[in-house]
């Protein structure tokens, strides 16, 4: 079945600028999950929803990002006033509540540069 | 506050040999543990879990992972590298209500 999809795969933008990234999980997730990547290092945390709500989203690092799940699928994350310290592979992960609930599955992510 | 540390930046054995990527984690009640396999330009894949149950996981590709409580340790093995092993390897620890804390990675570089 498809996996966990993301668009666009990479994004240039201009400082300042804001930009959406999507998210599509695997078809009946209802956990899904957004990280921050920067290079040489592992995964941040940065929101978790279950469902259309934000679960935690204690890993955003200020006002200027936001996500929503307003259908308990896609999801959206939204950063305004982008700045060049935000360019990072932006991942996305969905995980069931069936069995393996449990375990996450990631799409091949974004690659934001600000320039 | 849970946490994962990967001590090793970079691993490098020779074909054939056996690989051990170490992991150790902190977090509070049960752990759940993971580990994740990054090749270049592509997105992390699952390799194998720790929930419950025997301490010795196996997973995909031919890895396990061995889970020792007293040591808070989940050190990824396989008996006999391949040179298509090579790639960058994530250790995560889940904490109860659903947040993934991840490891810095390992480099694992497998030489002919």
């Known amino acids: 079945g498809a996996g966990v999809s993301q668009t666009p795969s990479n994004k240039v933008t201009e400082k300042g600028k804001y930009v959406e990234l999507r998210c599509d999980p695997i078809?009946?997730?209802?956990?899904l999950y957004w990280y921050r990547q920067s290079l040489g290092q592992g995964p941040e945390f940065l929101i978790y929803?279950?469902?259309?709500?934000?679960?935690?989203d204690s890993g955003l690092p200020n006002d200027r990002f936001f996500a929503v799940r307003p259908e308990g699928s896609v999801s959206t994350l939204k950063i305004q006033r982008t700045e060049r310290g935000d360019s990072a592979v932006y991942l996305c992960a969905s995980s069931s509540s069936g069995s393996g609930w449990e375990t996450q599955y990631f799409g091949p992510g974004t690659r934001l540069l600000v320039l | 506050a849970q946490s994962v540390a990967q001590p090793e930046d970079q691993v490098n054995v020779a074909e054939g040999n056996p690989l051990t990527v170490k992991c150790t984690y902190s977090v509070s009640g049960n752990p759940y543990l993971f580990w994740y396999v990054q090749y270049p330009n592509r997105g992390l894949q699952f390799l194998l879990k720790y929930i419950t149950g025997d301490n010795l996981v196996k997973g995909s590709y031919g890895f396990e992972a061995e889970f020792n409580k007293s040591q808070t340790s989940f050190h990824l093995k396989k008996p006999s590298a391949l040179v298509s092993d090579s790639a960058l390897y994530f250790c995560?620890?889940?904490?109860?209500?659903?947040?993934?804390?991840f490891g810095a990675g390992t480099q694992v570089v497998v030489t002919p």
């Open positions: 078809s009946g997730h209802t956990a």
């Open positions: 929803f279950q469902g259309t709500g934000a679960a935690d």
């Open positions: 995560a620890v889940r904490d109860s209500w659903g947040k993934f804390q």
